[in-house]
């Protein structure tokens, strides 16, 4: 087979749908919307939940389930490679990355991820650490302290 003897499918190519020209289309004048009504508009498009004004099914079955949304903990994450810009023998509590601009809030605490790598051998004090993060931490010398 080569490439100029190629042909479509039977049946695979349509002619494109010219609604609204004349009674020989069979889709003249309404263009097939039918007589008046919301669908018969143009630009009619009719939400799949909306039930014409009836209260919709999604409001009328009651709520289920608990969600810990309001209680859930967010902590503000820190990668191991943040920590470069202090000098030796610090000691990195929140407070400092606050000051050092670092972190905006504390949320409900710092997690330390091991993102980069750590220079420095300082002391980190924070509220969680991830493996990989301890791993670097002890591999430079530094502390890592859990508040």
């Not at 889709?27 to 039918?34: D, F």
Request: glycine fraction near 12%; charged fraction near 25%; charge should be positive.
């Amino acid at each position: 087979m080569k490439l100029h003897e190629l042909e479509q499918n039977v049946g695979a190519k349509h002619r494109k749908k010219r609604v609204g020209r004349g009674s020989g289309s069979g889709l003249g004048k309404t263009c097939g919307r039918g007589q008046k009504g919301q669908k018969a508009r143009s630009g009619a498009s009719i939400n799949p939940v909306f039930e014409g004004g009836q209260l919709p099914l999604y409001r009328r079955l009651p709520k289920r389930g608990f969600t810990n949304a309001l209680f859930k903990k967010e902590y503000a994450v820190i990668n191991v490679s943040d920590f470069n810009i202090f000098d030796n023998g610090t000691v990195v509590t929140p407070a400092l990355l606050k000051e050092k601009g670092i972190i905006k809030k504390q949320l409900s605490g710092i997690k330390v991820l091991g993102n980069g790598n750590l220079e420095k051998k300082i002391t980190i004090q924070a509220n969680k650490f991830s493996t990989s993060a301890l791993e670097k931490i002890k591999d430079s010398g530094s502390k890592a302290e859990v508040i």
